[in-house]
Nanobody, 123 residues
């Protein structure tokens, strides 16, 4: 089992940047494929980005491609989401996700969730 804790959310103006972190504890972090999802009130949780255990392959939602970068540091048991050129429509609660077998690119492929961190982008 792994425990996930997100941090780094906040309020930023449109066009600005934020870096989210997801700190993992428990079983070996490098055993998990990791991902980020986001959710706004009244909408389903949606995929944002994901990466494999060894960072060999990264996946992005079309809405964030070219603006967001996912990465991980297995030595620090931490995953990151660097968000740039932020837009008001990026406003959401962002969740960290993990799966020991499959890359978490859909809600149904997530075994473990963090508690979420709020990102608000003002226009």
């Amino acid at each position: 089992q792994v425990q996930l804790v997100e941090s780094g959310g906040g309020l930023v103006q449109a066009g600005g940047s934020l870096r989210l972190s997801c700190a993992a504890s428990g079983r070996t972090f490098s055993s998990y494929a990791m991902g980020w999802f986001r959710q706004t009130p009244g909408k389903e949780r949606e995929f944002v980005a994901a990466l494999t255990r060894t960072v060999s392959i990264k996946y992005y939602a079309d809405s964030v491609k070219g603006r967001f970068t996912i990465s991980r540091d297995n030595a620090k048991n931490t995953m990151y989401l660097q968000m740039s050129s932020l837009k008001p429509e990026d406003t959401a609660v962002y969740y960290c996700a993990a799966n020991p077998r499959s890359v978490p690119m859909a809600v149904g492929l997530v075994d473990y969730w963090g508690q979420g961190t709020q990102v608000t982008v003002s226009s």
